[in-house]
Antibody, heavy 123, light 107 residues
């Protein structure tokens, strides 16, 4: 199992950025995928997740990003996306994608993580 | 939002000792869906415990989880230098998951 994030970088406040999480080594369509971030020197923060198509393919978000971030998935390409809009300096963090262990409608713990993609929001 | 509060913030212990880390939830965690992770510098977190007390695959028996409702604990017995890390609890009993702020363990 591998999860590889890409698309991070330096971006100005108010702009948009999209992260990708390319998966391999498992049947991507069977799993929900989550995004977790970690600001420099801080703890882990759950960002949100997207259910498998079997359970509607619908997302859930943390209150801190709801309305600004959009999680989507492309099962044929085995990729999950995190579209980040109206970025703020406090969104600066390492962003990890992670595979949910539990399938279904609920949230989950995570058994595999990517190595992370760094997003820096600054003017 | 179910807020998780971990204590203590930092734990400094010697090899061979036992560490007990606490995680308290502001609301009862549904189905005791509480996990623990170990994070070492520069590495992605590693799942240790799920469902409050079940060890993840490949995790040493020195790691054990307990608790239910709002109070949970992670115990690390016979500490080894490699156990130096930050430990996080996570609740996933609601659609919006949350993490605790972490406990740093120094050996």
């Amino acid at each position: 199992v591998q999860l590889v994030e890409s698309g991070g970088g330096f971006i100005q406040p108010g702009r948009s950025l999209r992260l990708s999480c390319k998966a391999s080594g498992f049947i991507f369509g069977d799993y929900a995928l989550s995004w977790v971030r970690q600001a420099p020197g801080k703890g882990l923060e759950w960002v949100g997740f997207i259910r498998s198509k079997t359970y509607g393919g619908t997302p859930e978000y943390a209150a801190s990003v709801k309305g600004r971030f959009i999680i989507s998935r492309d099962d044929s390409g085995e990729i999950a996306y995190l579209q980040m809009n109206s970025l703020k300096t406090e969104d600066t963090a390492m962003y990890y994608c992670a595979r949910n262990v539990l399938t279904g409608y609920e949230s989950s713990h995570f058994d595999y993580w990517g190595q992370g993609g760094l997003v820096t929001v600054s003017s | 939002e179910n807020v998780l509060t971990q204590s203590p913030g930092t734990l400094s212990l010697s090899p061979g000792e036992r560490a007990t880390l606490s995680c308290r939830a502001s609301q009862s965690v549904n189905n005791n869906y509480l996990a623990w992770y170990q994070e070492k510098f520069g590495q992605a977190p590693r799942l240790l415990i799920y469902g409050a007390h079940s060890r993840a695959t490949g995790i040493s028996e020195r790691f054990s989880g307990s608790g239910s409702g709002t109070d949970f604990s992670l115990t690390i017995s016979r500490l080894e230098p490699e156990d130096s890390a930050v430990y996080y609890c996570q609740q996933y009993g609601s659609p919006q998951s949350t993490f605790g702020q972490g406990t740093r363990v120094d050996i």
